[in-house]
């Protein structure tokens, strides 16, 4: 198998966490030149974006969600990242909901130039969105039921968005929410997570290279 994914992307973290925590022989691979543009990639990913996972019968799964789903139901021998209660899976995949639903699009919206009115509305969104989550992790390394599950995957690469993103306004719009905080500083304990940030930490470094 093969992940297109791109070191800077939370989305292709989360992919990575995952691929690399349930042990699977996957080659974590760039785009193509002409990314995101080339028509070659956009008849894999018709959104045009990262991740997307091709399967070794060449099949393409895009949304890093979706493939996180898929890799459970495809390896069930391999190390579970849902947790075995019911409720505990629900409460998972309404945090990786969290992540795509309110977390992330204030985020994405603010990476491009935006008027100062519109950036402060963004950072509001993103503030109630980060107090939400204060709300919602459970106090523990992990978000939900003790162990690395898709909820993790999908809320530390968007806190290291958050910190990053804040970071450009000259705000940390983590460090007053104390289990937000706590939870950012006790993840990174996990080697799959703290690799993924590492790698998107260096992929955000090369794409805003220091003046
Ligand atoms: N909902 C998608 C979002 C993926 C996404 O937005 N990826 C970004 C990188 S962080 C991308 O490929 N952007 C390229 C573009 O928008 O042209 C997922 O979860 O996979």
């Not at 937000?180 to 260096?202: K, N, P, S, T, W």
Request: net charge negative.
């Amino acid at each position: 198998m093969q992940l297109i994914s791109l070191p800077a992307s939370p989305f292709a973290a989360r992919a990575r966490i995952a691929v690399r925590a349930k042990g699977l022989d996957v080659e974590i691979v760039p785009p193509p030149s002409g990314w995101p543009h080339d028509r070659r990639f956009r008849d894999i990913s018709p959104t045009g974006r990262v991740p997307v996972l091709i399967l070794d019968d060449g099949v393409a799964v895009w949304e890093s969600a979706v493939i996180l789903e898929l890799l459970e139901e495809l390896f069930p021998q391999a190390r579970p990242l849902l947790p075995a209660g019911v409720l505990e899976r629900a409460r998972t995949r309404q945090l990786v909901r969290v992540a795509d639903l309110y977390l992330m699009p204030p985020m994405v919206a603010l990476a491009t130039p935006q008027s100062p009115t519109e950036n402060r509305r963004l950072l509001d969104q993103l503030a109630d969105a980060l107090a939400m989550l204060d709300d919602l992790l459970e106090d523990g390394p992990y978000a939900v039921g003790g162990s690395l599950s898709h909820a993790d995957c999908a809320i530390a690469p968007a806190l290291l968005a958050a910190r990053v993103t804040g970071g450009r306004f000259g705000i940390d719009p983590i460090e007053a929410l104390p289990r937000v905080e706590a939870y950012a500083r006790a993840v990174i304990r996990d080697e799959h997570v703290v690799e993924a940030l590492l790698e998107m930490e260096e992929g955000i470094r090369r794409l805003v290279p220091r003046r």
